[in-house]
């Protein structure tokens, strides 16, 4: 299969750009390093560009959805309000600013905090769903480690019965945090892999 010079052009380009910042890892800052810092900062002006452009895209998406008056339309207002407002607010105070700061602390931390709310209301109800439908071993074990941190983060048991706050420490400590470093490193080894096929050029998104 012959491949046109456009796809040979763009594969050279992305496999020389990986091996160089994948090499300037391992060379003198004098070396490879210093080319791969400029390759760095291009693909993050690169990403923010892009960001930039998906905003814009959100927005003008939106925006049609309300001058239309389609369903969900007032929605689609309260976003594009709630981001003009934030960026305009970012622009004149600085991501820094005492304005900005509070718009981090009084809006976007409790809706955060309420998401994480809902998600122990899920977890409890997938436990019922468990109970109901299928009892094995792990479901046993699924339903305890959520009754235990149900319990042990609520602060009328805490005082009361010690051994639940031990056992607690030592689910968090130990198995959470192993089974939180086992998932990061398999994701690290999708990047690595993903990021060999594009350097090999297997793999070839910008041909699309």
């Not at 049609?64 to 960026?87: D, E, H, M």
């Not at 304005?99 to 977890?123: G, H």
């Not at 609520?154 to 086992?182: C, D, E, H, S």
Request: glycine share 8%; with cysteine; proline share 4%.
């Amino acid at each position: 299969m012959k491949l046109p010079i456009k796809t040979i052009i763009l594969s050279l380009i992305a496999t020389i750009s990986g091996l160089v910042v994948l090499i300037g890892y391992f060379t003198s800052p004098n070396g490879l390093s210093a080319v791969r810092q400029v390759i760095l900062q291009w693909a993050v002006i690169l990403f923010a560009v892009a960001l930039i452009a998906g905003v814009i895209n959100l927005s003008r998406a939106h925006l049609s959805k309300v001058t239309a008056g389609q369903k969900g339309w007032p929605f689609s207002l309260a976003l594009l309000i709630a981001l003009g407002s934030t960026l305009l607010i970012g622009l004149v105070y600085t991501p820094t600013g005492r304005p900005t700061q509070w718009i981090f602390n009084f809006i976007q931390l409790p809706v955060e905090t309420s998401l994480m709310a809902v998600l122990a209301v899920i977890l409890t109800y997938i436990c019922a769903r468990l109970l109901s439908r299928r009892l094995n071993l792990f479901s046993i074990l699924f339903i305890g480690a959520v009754l235990l941190v149900l319990l042990a983060t609520m602060t009328y048991f805490q005082p009361k019965i010690q051994a639940l706050n031990t056992i607690y420490t030592w689910v968090t400590q130990v198995w959470v945090v192993g089974g939180v470093r086992g998932f990061l490193i398999g994701i690290a080894l999708g990047i690595i892999a993903t990021g060999l096929r594009a350097i090999l050029s297997i793999d070839r998104p910008y041909e699309r």
